[in-house]
């Protein structure tokens, strides 16, 4: 049974960091690509990151570049995602999702393509 469960939200200032991570089971790491997403209070779920054996390098969406790093521990099956000089504008409830390792659905922004969701972790970033 496939199963990704989210960890490591919580509440930090502005300029703060966090380390969520993503713990996955009843599948390998290699064989999937996972991306982080995040959804916002009302606002649609929109893409983080996304890392795969089958992409030369992690892809971040313009927001996240410079600030947060995606990277993985295969012995222990788990995504991290640390997230640094964090912003009010990061506010949202984080999930990370996985496609088959040869999908595009990551890197094209298309949620509705991940095939498997975490249930996600509340971030909130307020002084």
């Known amino acids: 049974q496939v199963q990704l469960v989210e960890s490591g939200g919580g509440l930090v200032q502005p300029g703060g960091s966090l380390r969520l991570s993503c713990a996955a089971s009843?599948?390998?790491?290699?064989?999937?690509?996972i991306g982080w997403f995040r959804q916002p209070p009302g606002k649609e779920r929109e893409v983080v990151s996304c890392?795969?054996?089958?992409?030369?390098?992690?892809y971040y969406a313009d927001s996240t570049k410079g600030r947060f790093t995606i990277s993985r521990d295969n012995a222990k099956n788990t995504i991290y995602l640390q997230m640094n000089n964090l912003e009010p504008e990061d506010t949202a409830v984080y999930y990370c999702?996985?496609?088959?390792?040869?999908?595009?659905?990551?890197?094209?922004?298309?949620?509705?393509?991940?095939?498997?969701w975490g249930k996600g972790t509340l971030v909130t970033v307020s002084s």
């Open positions: 009843g599948f390998s790491l290699d064989d999937y690509t």
């Open positions: 890392i795969s054996t089958s992409i030369s390098s992690p």
């Open positions: 999702a996985a496609e088959s390792r040869y999908g595009s659905s990551c890197v094209l922004h298309y949620v509705s393509g991940m095939e498997f």
